[in-house]
């Protein structure tokens, strides 16, 4: 089984970081080459395939993706209009997930 592809910004240059050196708990995470998400770390190869495989993400974790994807420097000269865009899409995902309670 395989990684399936990021579930922020749906590269497939996705892969299993071997973490053994560093956290010696969790050993490996799933790792998207084009976005640097990190998926959720695991003991196992397995574990990790399964975690990145199940993953959901959560309105703010996307919208913080975003804001940080707008940051890149291919972005510059629309920066700041897109700031205006992607600080009101926070605040409204925010207060969203506030209500939902999660
Ligand atoms: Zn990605």
Redesign the pocket.
């Given at each position: 089984m395989e990684l399936k592809?990021?579930?922020?910004?749906?590269?497939e240059?996705?892969a299993v970081h071997d973490w053994l050196n560093e956290h010696p708990d969790h050993s490996y995470c799933g790792f998207?080459?084009?976005?640097?998400?990190e998926g959720s770390p695991s003991k196992s190869v397995q574990g990790v395939i399964d975690k990145w495989n199940k993953r959901k993400i959560s309105n703010v974790q996307y919208a913080e993706?975003l804001v940080e994807w707008m940051k890149d420097p291919k972005f510059a000269a629309e920066y700041n209009s897109l700031q205006t865009v992607s600080d009101r899409l926070v605040e409204m995902i925010v207060e969203e997930e506030r209500k939902s309670g999660t």
């Open positions: 592809p990021c579930p922020f910004c749906g590269s240059r996705v998207c080459k084009d976005c640097e998400t993706v």
